[in-house]
């Protein structure tokens, strides 16, 4: 299969995959909201949880813009659509290569990862001066499917490849599922561990100190000790995830997909029961239910106390007690 073939047929499987539909490929029937229970210091009783659109070709990465807007991934659209304060919708940045996860560094560029038919990568994609791939590939294998990443304060970049995608083109044999850091100004990344079934969620605590890293098909989430050269120790089971359950084949399922952070350190999961959310000793507090199973979640709106939460073609928000950590976009 020629390499533009078979971009156009994966695109295509892709948008079939993440578009929100349901098993056999028949549409899924219209979202509907929800309403959160009683989580202490993190949300009221009966908050409506609200569906703000449907119908999106793909939904990830949400991130906090400065003027408290917020801006997601159309994945297999090839675009970046925007949310303001009046719950508008605009298309912030067009021509994506299927840009996923989404961070901002300490200068203001946007750091993406990239789904295979955009060219599996890491790349600084805006603003548009600023626009270049970071790395492609490890020891020259190119990545399954880059999926989540985290910026550090100093420029260093963790990111996950769940490797999980459609297959790639026969010019290349993608690596196997691994979390990885490149460290600042490198162009070569440092794979951490190749043994987690399909990393995906990444985020650092509000001192960085502590990386926090998602298993979908795992029952706990991670942590680590962050060195001071960006190396990870310490790696250890943080906070076992609820609702975890086993598919057919004997596969673990949390669905535990991306992840963000409040002002006191609690930890926000996009999993498949809903947005679980945990202590920062990694206590389970609750689980907002959401009208279709999250993939991705972030802090934003003037006061950083609206979660807006995307997945399965829709998003959605709800008002928090809790307050996002404002020292970052996510």
């Known amino acids: 299969m020629k390499l533009g073939a078979f971009l156009a ?110 060219g599996t990568k890491i790349s600084i994609i805006y603003p548009a001066a600023a626009r270049k791939v970071l790395v492609d590939n490890y020891d020259g294998k190119p990545f399954g499917r880059t999926n989540d990443l985290a910026v550090a304060k100093n420029g260093g970049v963790y990111f996950t490849d769940s490797a999980n995608a459609a297959p790639m083109p026969p010019e290349g044999v993608p690596l196997p599922a691994a979390f990885y850091y490149l460290p600042p100004r490198a162009t070569k990344a440092i794979q951490i561990l190749n043994d987690v079934a399909f990393p995906n969620g990444v985020i650092l605590s509000r001192d960085e100190k502590t990386l926090y890293l998602n298993n979908t098909n795992g029952e706990y989430l991670i942590a680590f000790d962050v060195q001071p050269d960006g190396s990870l120790k310490n790696r250890r089971n943080f906070a076992k995830y609820d609702g975890v359950t086993k598919n057919a084949a004997g596969v673990t399922v949390s669905g535990a997909d991306g992840i963000t952070i409040d002002s006191q350190g609690r930890l926000y999961v996009a999993a498949a029961t809903g947005v679980q959310v945990f202590s920062p000793l990694g206590q389970h507090l609750g689980t907002i239910p959401m009208p279709r199973a999250p993939q991705n979640l972030a802090f934003a709106g003037p006061d950083k106390k609206t979660l807006y939460v995307v997945g399965r073609g829709i998003a959605s928000k709800v008002q928090m007690v809790a307050q996002g950590f404002k020292d970052r976009a996510k």
Do not use: Y
């Open 9 to 118: 047929a994966a695109m295509c499987a892709l948008s079939i995959a993440v578009a929100g539909q349901g098993r056999g490929g028949a549409p899924q029937p219209p979202a509907v909201d929800t309403v959160a229970p009683d989580i202490p210091g993190v949300v009221a009783a009966g908050t409506k949880v609200q569906v703000l659109k449907e119908g999106f070709n793909g939904t990830e990465g949400p991130i906090a813009m400065p003027d408290g807007s917020v801006i997601f991934s159309e994945t297999t659209a090839n675009r970046m659509v925007r949310i303001d304060k009046d719950d508008s919708f605009s298309t912030f940045l067009d021509n994506t290569a299927g840009a996923n996860g989404m961070a901002f560094d300490s200068e203001g560029r946007l750091f993406a990862t990239h789904v295979p038919w955009g």
